[in-house]
Nanobody, 121 residues
Protein backbone atom coordinates (compact mmCIF):
# COMPACT_ATOMS: atom_id res chain seq x y z
CA UNK A 1 0.00 0.00 0.00
CA UNK A 2 1.47 3.31 -1.08
CA UNK A 3 1.62 5.88 1.69
CA UNK A 4 2.27 9.56 1.32
CA UNK A 5 3.85 11.49 4.17
CA UNK A 6 3.47 15.24 4.54
CA UNK A 7 5.79 17.39 6.63
CA UNK A 8 6.74 21.01 7.18
CA UNK A 9 3.63 22.32 8.86
CA UNK A 10 3.69 24.47 11.96
CA UNK A 11 2.69 27.73 13.57
CA UNK A 12 3.54 30.96 11.78
CA UNK A 13 2.47 34.58 12.03
CA UNK A 14 0.45 36.39 9.38
CA UNK A 15 2.71 37.27 6.47
CA UNK A 16 5.11 34.45 7.21
CA UNK A 17 6.17 31.50 5.07
CA UNK A 18 6.27 27.75 5.29
CA UNK A 19 7.38 25.01 2.94
CA UNK A 20 5.53 21.73 2.92
CA UNK A 21 6.95 18.48 1.62
CA UNK A 22 5.26 15.29 0.53
CA UNK A 23 7.18 12.07 0.09
CA UNK A 24 6.28 8.51 -0.73
CA UNK A 25 6.92 6.04 2.06
CA UNK A 26 8.58 3.50 -0.19
CA UNK A 27 10.16 3.28 -3.59
CA UNK A 28 7.25 3.54 -5.94
CA UNK A 29 6.26 4.57 -9.43
CA UNK A 30 3.49 6.57 -7.82
CA UNK A 31 4.21 10.27 -7.59
CA UNK A 32 2.27 12.81 -5.53
CA UNK A 33 0.91 15.64 -7.64
CA UNK A 34 -1.61 17.62 -5.67
CA UNK A 35 -2.20 19.53 -2.45
CA UNK A 36 -5.52 20.02 -0.72
CA UNK A 37 -6.41 21.47 2.65
CA UNK A 38 -9.20 21.15 5.17
CA UNK A 39 -10.06 23.74 7.77
CA UNK A 40 -12.16 22.82 10.83
CA UNK A 41 -15.80 22.43 9.90
CA UNK A 42 -15.13 22.82 6.19
CA UNK A 43 -14.78 20.50 3.23
CA UNK A 44 -11.46 19.62 1.72
CA UNK A 45 -10.35 22.39 -0.65
CA UNK A 46 -8.06 22.25 -3.68
CA UNK A 47 -4.79 24.15 -3.21
CA UNK A 48 -2.43 23.28 -6.06
CA UNK A 49 -1.53 20.59 -8.55
CA UNK A 50 1.50 19.76 -10.66
CA UNK A 51 2.21 17.37 -13.50
CA UNK A 52 4.14 17.38 -16.76
CA UNK A 53 1.39 19.51 -18.34
CA UNK A 54 1.92 22.36 -15.92
CA UNK A 55 0.53 23.69 -12.65
CA UNK A 56 -2.82 24.80 -11.35
CA UNK A 57 -3.74 26.76 -8.22
CA UNK A 58 -6.80 27.41 -6.16
CA UNK A 59 -8.11 30.96 -6.40
CA UNK A 60 -7.41 31.74 -2.77
CA UNK A 61 -3.70 30.83 -2.98
CA UNK A 62 -2.75 31.91 -6.47
CA UNK A 63 0.18 34.31 -6.40
CA UNK A 64 1.18 33.31 -2.87
CA UNK A 65 1.81 29.57 -3.08
CA UNK A 66 4.14 27.72 -5.44
CA UNK A 67 4.01 24.01 -6.14
CA UNK A 68 7.07 22.17 -7.39
CA UNK A 69 8.66 18.74 -7.52
CA UNK A 70 12.02 17.27 -6.64
CA UNK A 71 12.06 14.42 -9.12
CA UNK A 72 15.24 12.88 -7.73
CA UNK A 73 13.53 12.41 -4.36
CA UNK A 74 10.01 11.83 -5.70
CA UNK A 75 8.96 14.71 -3.48
CA UNK A 76 6.20 17.25 -3.97
CA UNK A 77 6.75 20.68 -2.44
CA UNK A 78 4.50 23.58 -1.59
CA UNK A 79 6.09 26.92 -0.85
CA UNK A 80 3.59 29.10 1.00
CA UNK A 81 4.28 32.82 1.30
CA UNK A 82 2.27 35.75 2.63
CA UNK A 83 0.30 33.40 4.82
CA UNK A 84 -3.05 34.53 6.20
CA UNK A 85 -5.14 33.24 9.12
CA UNK A 86 -7.60 31.79 6.60
CA UNK A 87 -4.82 29.50 5.36
CA UNK A 88 -5.03 27.66 8.67
CA UNK A 89 -5.89 24.03 7.89
CA UNK A 90 -4.59 20.52 7.67
CA UNK A 91 -2.75 20.18 4.38
CA UNK A 92 -2.82 16.90 2.47
CA UNK A 93 -0.99 15.63 -0.57
CA UNK A 94 -2.30 13.00 -2.94
CA UNK A 95 -1.70 11.35 -6.28
CA UNK A 96 -3.69 12.81 -9.13
CA UNK A 97 -4.10 12.16 -12.85
CA UNK A 98 -1.20 12.50 -15.26
CA UNK A 99 -3.15 13.18 -18.44
CA UNK A 100 -4.80 16.37 -17.22
CA UNK A 101 -4.46 18.74 -14.27
CA UNK A 102 -7.34 18.28 -11.90
CA UNK A 103 -8.67 20.32 -9.03
CA UNK A 104 -11.34 17.75 -8.20
CA UNK A 105 -11.09 15.73 -5.03
CA UNK A 106 -12.42 12.59 -6.67
CA UNK A 107 -9.52 12.48 -9.13
CA UNK A 108 -6.98 12.01 -6.34
CA UNK A 109 -5.89 8.91 -4.46
CA UNK A 110 -3.43 7.63 -1.86
CA UNK A 111 -3.96 10.49 0.55
CA UNK A 112 -1.41 11.26 3.24
CA UNK A 113 -2.24 11.86 6.91
CA UNK A 114 -1.84 15.60 6.62
CA UNK A 115 0.26 18.27 8.29
CA UNK A 116 -1.21 21.08 10.36
CA UNK A 117 -0.59 24.68 9.32
CA UNK A 118 -1.67 27.38 11.74
CA UNK A 119 -1.39 31.07 10.92
CA UNK A 120 -1.81 33.42 13.83
CA UNK A 121 -3.18 36.93 13.41
Amino acid sequence: QVQLVESGGGLVQTGGSLRLSCTVSERSVVAPTGWFRQAPGKEKEFVAAWNHLGTRYGVSVKGRFTISRDNAKNMLLLQMNSLKPEDTAVYYCAVGPSTFISSSLEDYHFWGQGTQVTVSS
